[in-house]
């Protein structure tokens, strides 16, 4: 009797809940509110700019060290020399520590410093305890400023990125990757891969002269977050970074990118059953006013997951697709945009066809309103994620300077995505989107295809032979 009357109750209750019940398609939200702590500038005497934000949640600091450079300014005849000084930096010792005595100081307090290039800049960074600060900003400074560079390290390294290219031919993707960027990028430093020959020819002088060239205190800007006050931070940086000294620092110009392949497809023979595509042009570079209407079109297109068109069509109601999307890369030196997809061998042109034909429709006729909405929603909303903790704010702070964008660029681009309307869509899908004009890279095994590739244009078979 009493269970009965329980159960009695639960259903009541249940009932009286669900007639108060709100349909979550029907809820309403107060507009989102962007409203990113600012964090301090200060400049010091040798030129160091610094980003600080205080934060004291946690007993924790981080510290990233930001510099123009990048492998763009690698040259022809020793392409990763950036990757490689970048990597050394952090292990090939510092100061007065040996490569293993940096590892194991580190260790002993639970400190990571990681050293890192991409084509653009190049950036060390700490992450360390408060009570640890002056060993963590010690080490950095010693990598920073009194680089050891040990021979058996160079020695290392160069041999670990040497079996990496030796390998690079066993995954599809990244070949497919690399003769991607190699077509559309043809000519220019952003189509560079590093070579079994390239690296051969790096010595330690090329290192030690590099290092000197990039990394210097009116070339860097340091973003600082934690358990520190403003006087803490100044003390900091001053003590351990004040007095490096300047260089005669001068980067060459590098010239924007422009289109130097013909269309058509670009084939890499592997004897898999699958087909790896990827299809694209060159596109816009990074402070074009059009790229935020261009990212909401390609959020709708393929960049969205499952709401987008391409993996709607091509992997749901077709099933032609483990993968499938498209992707805007907004580069300094020109952009590319490309779509991806990966497919069983046999059905390889169907595929490619239909991604074609959903790229062209979006060309000829843009997004829907529903589309565009949903794009906005999702950007928009992504700026609280992408600017959550103190040391993303003040990173991207850093990263917009030393980009060439003004301080205030994040509300900027909210602000910007916010106005973009559906005929600002319709305009960049078709100036931007260019199916006749696009390298189509098809990784597999040609036997296996269902229909020739030439259907897709003239081809150009690419050699998988490592040198």
Request: glycine residues 8%; contains cysteine; negative net charge.
């Amino acid at each position: 009797m009493k269970k009965n009357i329980l159960f009695a109750m639960a259903l009541i209750s249940l009932m009286a809940i669900s007639s108060f019940a709100v349909n979550p398609r029907e809820m309403t939200f107060p507009p989102l509110k962007f409203e990113p702590p600012e964090p301090v500038r200060f400049i010091i005497d040798n030129g160091i700019i610094v980003y600080f934000l205080e934060d004291h949640q946690l007993p924790v600091i981080t510290t990233a060290a930001l510099f123009k450079g990048g492998t763009v300014y690698d040259q022809s005849s020793k392409i990763g020399l950036t990757e490689l000084t970048a990597t050394l930096l952090r292990t090939g010792g510092a100061g007065n520590r040996n490569p293993e005595q940096i590892d194991q100081d580190l260790d002993f307090v639970g400190a990571v410093i990681n050293s890192a290039s991409s084509n653009d800049y190049l950036m060390l960074d700490l992450r360390t305890l408060k009570k640890d600060a002056d060993l963590g900003f010690e080490m950095l400074a010693d990598m920073l400023q009194m680089p050891l560079f040990d021979t058996s390290k160079i020695s290392l390294e160069i041999s670990n990125r040497k079996d990496e290219i030796r390998r690079q031919n066993d995954d599809p993707g990244t070949i497919t990757r690399r003769i991607y960027y190699q077509t559309t990028y043809a000519g220019h430093p952003y189509g560079n891969f590093a070579t079994l020959t390239s690296m051969d020819a790096i010595k330690r002088d090329d290192i030690i002269a590099h290092y000197k060239k990039f990394y210097a205190p009116n070339n860097c800007i340091l973003a600082i977050s934690g358990d520190l006050t403003l006087n803490e931070a100044e003390e900091f940086v001053g003590k351990y970074f004040g007095s490096w000294e300047k260089s005669n620092l001068t980067l060459d110009s590098i010239p924007a990118a422009t289109m130097r392949y013909k269309p058509g497809v670009y084939y890499g023979n592997k004897d898999i059953n699958q087909a790896n595509i990827r299809l694209g042009h060159l596109c816009i570079d990074d402070k074009n006013p059009d790229r935020y209407a261009l990212d909401i079109v390609n959020f709708a297109l393929g960049g969205g997951g499952f709401t987008s068109r391409l993996t709607g069509q091509v992997r749901t109601s077709a099933g032609l697709a483990y993968s499938v999307g498209s992707y805007i890369f907004n580069r300094p030196h020109t952009g590319v945009f490309f779509a991806y997809c990966q497919t069983r061998a046999s059905a390889m042109s169907q595929a490619v066809q239909m991604m074609l034909d959903i790229i062209q429709g979006v060309k000829d006729s843009g997004i829907t309103q529903e589309e565009m909405d949903m794009a906005k929603e999702s950007i928009i909303n992504s700026f609280v994620f992408n600017y959550a903790t103190p040391d993303q704010i003040v990173n991207a702070k850093a990263m917009l300077e030393l980009s060439g964008f003004p301080s205030e660029q994040m509300t900027k681009d909210l602000e910007a995505y916010k106005a973009v309307t559906l005929s600002d869509c319709g305009r960049v899908a078709g100036k931007y989107l260019d199916p006749k004009n696009m390298v189509i890279t098809i990784v597999g095994n040609k036997e296996q295809f269902d229909k020739p590739m030439d259907m897709f244009g003239p081809i150009t078979e690419v050699p998988m032979e490592i040198k």
